[in-house]
């Protein structure tokens, strides 16, 4: 499988930006999918994810209530919708897929493919 993230971009706090995860490859619509980020000097963190079907989603609690993770598995595309941005928000945003029966959503080992990244910037 191979992914391409997109969609990411400077936005004023308060704003909102759409990230989309394009898969090519292997089959996407069996796989689960999560949404990671890396700021300067951190370690990647989850962010969220949602199962094959779209029908579960989970979320870190810092973006709770602001981000919104979906799929559209006839286009191969994952999404995370971004709204009321922080500037804490910054950092590379990366998509990865899992194909594992128990799906680690939290745990980067629990992911079998990633995509490049994507750089989200949120001024103050």
């Known amino acids: 499988v191979q992914l391409q993230a997109c969609g990411g971009g400077l936005v004023q706090a308060g704003g909102s930006l759409r990230l989309s995860c394009v898969a090519s490859?292997?089959?996407?619509?069996?796989?689960?999918m999560g949404w990671w980020r890396q700021a300067p000097g951190k370690e990647r963190e989850f962010v969220a994810a949602t199962t094959w079907s779209g029908g579960t989603t989970y979320y870190a609690d810092s973006v709770k209530g602001r981000f919104t993770v979906s799929r559209d598995n006839a286009k191969n595309t994952a999404y995370l919708q971004m709204n009321s941005l922080r500037p804490e928000d910054t950092a590379v945003y990366y998509c990865?897929?899992?194909?594992?029966?128990?799906?680690?959503?939290?745990?980067?080992?629990?992911?079998?493919?990633w995509g490049q990244g994507t750089q989200v910037t949120v001024s103050s």
């Open positions: 990865a897929t899992s194909s594992r029966v128990v799906f680690r959503y939290r745990t980067e080992g629990g992911y079998d493919y």
């Open positions: 490859g292997r089959t996407f619509s069996g796989a689960h």
